[in-house]
């Protein structure tokens, strides 16, 4: 017997829409999950389903995943940026580039990039260590290290020189995606005309990536050397190639450094967490630099990783477009239909998490994670479009880490309270100050601010 289709239920949230103040996007997301697993959005004039619902998921991700391809509106606010490429392309044009270079990210081919990346982050401490007793600002010191090490893995470029600059404009940018006043970028308006700058910033920088000195064999071989300019490439080609590589290092390097801030953020504000961390650093490291082998020891590192991306995903939201009619899980949905997923709301979804709020690594622990349901815990997304640099993205976080926690007292303001900031990534609204002091010997990198 067929298997009666109805319509998704939007009721219950347009009554909430009407009565609530909606602060923002995060917030609005908030109330749509709580009105049910698959609920349809009643505002605009195509069908928006939210989707809070590990099963509804599966089925457009993984499933019929041919049937969702990336939103043309979504890419509209990104692509005056970056082009189009393997973030934002759809069917031939996405296949052909993660065919491409889907390799050279694999676990097994990062691998040779392990002592470059202890080496940068060390860099970046021995730099600290020229300034101790002051602040820095970890959000911007995060996205400088990786951003440093992003070009260099991917590109083989060091770009440590630029990236001081560089920063805070990437973040105007993210925060200008997203704002109502994102205008056609042609108009010159002051926020315009800085945009405009950025991009021209990051193309010369990416296509001085692109065209490097000399060869990179010396040295390291970097992941998209596919992308680097050949002598008789066509103009079209080179544009092709450029774009793709902004892909990469926006989408890399913003994605990781807030997934690392938030990471050391948290583990601030949970001292006996952090005590077990540092412990579990002293003990497998011995005081020496990270290897590769030493990083799959530092199984509680990685479970309060895990627990970090359960409630900071740093890709809070992302949508799908349908091609054609489909029924997901008993649902019609129209063709042309827009599909959210919001892995903040799911990863907090009481169905899924016990005390969802709070943060808690143990749930991660080798018992514990055989029970999380299947793509009810997504922060790397699923299916044939599941992030392609995510051990490059977890081999950083875990090396910058464990020197940072190895090296440094983590001394941040205990009263400094940090809220989320929903743009495409979820970033922390405000800087936040970290004091420079080095642990001494026997310490265990807490003390007064
Ligand atoms: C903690 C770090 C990271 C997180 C949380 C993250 C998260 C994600 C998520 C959720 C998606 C899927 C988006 C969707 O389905 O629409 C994605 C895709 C992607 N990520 Fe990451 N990412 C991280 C690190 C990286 C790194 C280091 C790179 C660069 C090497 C990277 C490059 C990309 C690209 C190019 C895609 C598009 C893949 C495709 O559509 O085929 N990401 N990422």
Same mark, same amino acid.
């Given at each position: 017997?067929?298997?009666?289709?109805?319509?998704?239920?939007?009721?219950?949230?347009?009554?909430?829409?009407?009565?609530?103040?909606?602060?923002?996007?995060?917030?609005?997301?908030?109330?749509?999950?709580?009105? #049910? #697993?698959?609920?349809?959005?009643?505002?605009?004039?195509?069908? &928006?389903?939210?989707?809070?619902?590990?099963?509804?998921?599966?089925?457009?991700?993984?499933?019929?995943?041919?049937?969702?391809?990336?939103?043309? @509106?979504?890419?509209?606010?990104?692509?005056?940026?970056?082009?189009?490429?393997?973030?934002?392309?759809?069917?031939?044009?996405?296949?052909?580039?993660?065919?491409?270079?889907?390799? +050279?990210?694999?676990?097994?081919?990062?691998?040779?990039?392990?002592?470059?990346?202890?080496?940068?982050?060390?860099?970046? $401490?021995?730099? !600290?260590?020229?300034?101790?007793?002051?602040?820095?600002?970890?959000? @911007?010191?995060?996205?400088?290290?990786?951003?440093?090490?992003?070009?260099?893995? $991917?590109? #083989?470029?060091?770009?440590?020189?630029?990236?001081?600059?560089?920063?805070?404009?990437?973040?105007?940018?993210?925060? =200008?995606?997203?704002? #109502?006043?994102?205008?056609?970028?042609?108009?010159?308006?002051?926020?315009?005309?800085?945009?405009?700058?950025?991009?021209?910033? %990051?193309?010369?920088?990416?296509?001085?990536?692109?065209?490097? /000195?000399?060869?990179?064999?010396?040295?390291? &071989?970097?992941?998209?050397?596919?992308?680097?300019?050949?002598?008789?490439?066509? +103009?079209?080609?080179?544009?092709?190639?450029?774009?793709?590589?902004?892909?990469? %290092?926006?989408?890399?390097?913003?994605?990781?450094?807030?997934?690392?801030? !938030?990471?050391?953020?948290?583990?601030?504000?949970?001292?006996?967490?952090?005590?077990?961390?540092?412990?579990?650093?002293?003990?497998?490291?011995?005081?020496?630099?990270? &290897?590769?082998?030493?990083?799959?020891?530092?199984?509680?590192?990685?479970?309060?990783?895990?627990? &970090? $991306?359960?409630?900071?995903?740093?890709? !809070?939201?992302?949508?799908?477009?349908?091609?054609?009619?489909?029924?997901?899980?008993? =649902?019609?949905?129209?063709?042309?239909?827009?599909?959210?997923?919001?892995?903040?709301?799911?990863?907090?979804?009481?169905?899924? !998490?016990?005390?969802?709020?709070?943060?808690?690594?143990?749930?991660?622990?080798?018992?514990?994670?055989?029970?999380?349901?299947?793509?009810?815990?997504?922060?790397?997304?699923?299916?044939?479009?599941?992030?392609?640099?995510? @051990?490059?993205?977890?081999? *950083?976080?875990?090396?910058?880490?464990?020197?940072?926690?190895?090296?440094?007292?983590?001394? *941040?303001?205990?009263?400094?309270?940090?809220?989320?900031? /929903?743009?495409?990534? *979820?970033?922390?609204?405000?800087?936040?100050?970290?004091?420079?002091?080095?642990?001494?010997?026997?310490?265990?990198?807490?003390?007064?601010?």
């Amino acid at each position: 017997m067929a298997t009666k289709t109805r319509k998704a239920p939007w009721m219950k949230l347009l009554f909430k829409i009407a009565t609530k103040k909606i602060q923002n996007r995060r917030h609005f997301c908030t109330i749509a999950a709580s009105c #049910g #697993g698959i609920v349809r959005i009643p505002l605009g004039f195509r069908s &928006t389903f939210f989707l809070n619902d590990a099963d509804a998921i599966t089925h457009v991700l993984v499933q019929n995943e041919s049937n969702y391809v990336k939103n043309s @509106h979504s890419n509209a606010r990104l692509e005056p940026f970056i082009g189009p490429g393997l973030l934002t392309n759809s069917g031939e044009a996405w296949r052909q580039t993660r065919h491409e270079v889907q390799r +050279e990210l694999y676990y097994k081919n990062i691998i040779p990039y392990a002592p470059f990346i202890t080496k940068t982050v060390q860099k970046h $401490l021995d730099d !600290w260590k020229q300034r101790l007793g002051s602040h820095v600002d970890l959000v @911007h010191e995060m996205s400088k290290l990786v951003f440093d090490i992003s070009a260099m893995a $991917l590109f #083989g470029g060091d770009v440590q020189s630029m990236t001081h600059d560089i920063i805070p404009r990437l973040h105007a940018s993210n925060k =200008y995606f997203v704002s #109502g006043l994102f205008l056609k970028t042609g108009i010159p308006t002051p926020k315009n005309l800085q945009f405009r700058k950025t991009k021209k910033i %990051i193309d010369d920088l990416m296509n001085d990536l692109l065209n490097p /000195p000399q060869p990179y064999d010396n040295y390291l &071989t970097p992941a998209l050397r596919s992308f680097r300019h050949q002598p008789d490439d066509s +103009e079209s080609v080179r544009l092709r190639h450029l774009n793709e590589a902004k892909h990469f %290092i926006l989408a890399g390097h913003e994605t990781t450094a807030t997934a690392l801030t !938030w990471t050391l953020y948290l583990l601030s504000k949970n001292p006996d967490i952090l005590q077990r961390v540092i412990a579990e650093i002293d003990t497998v490291l011995n005081g020496q630099a990270p &290897t590769l082998e030493q990083l799959d020891q530092l199984e509680f590192m990685t479970m309060v990783i895990d627990e &970090t $991306l359960r409630l900071y995903p740093s890709l !809070w939201i992302f949508d799908r477009a349908a091609i054609n009619d489909d029924i997901m899980c008993n =649902y019609q949905v129209p063709a042309k239909s827009i599909v959210i997923i919001c892995p903040y709301t799911l990863h907090r979804n009481p169905k899924y !998490w016990s005390n969802p709020n709070q943060f808690d690594p143990e749930r991660f622990n080798k018992n514990n994670r055989n029970y999380v349901p299947k793509n009810a815990y997504i922060p790397f997304g699923s299916g044939p479009r599941v992030c392609i640099g995510k @051990h490059l993205g977890l081999m *950083i976080m875990k090396f910058a880490i464990s020197m940072i926690l190895q090296q440094f007292e983590l001394k *941040i303001d205990p009263k400094l309270d940090v809220a989320q900031e /929903p743009l495409i990534t *979820i970033k922390p609204d405000k800087a936040i100050p970290l004091k420079l002091k080095e642990r001494s010997q026997g310490k265990q990198g807490r003390g007064q601010i």
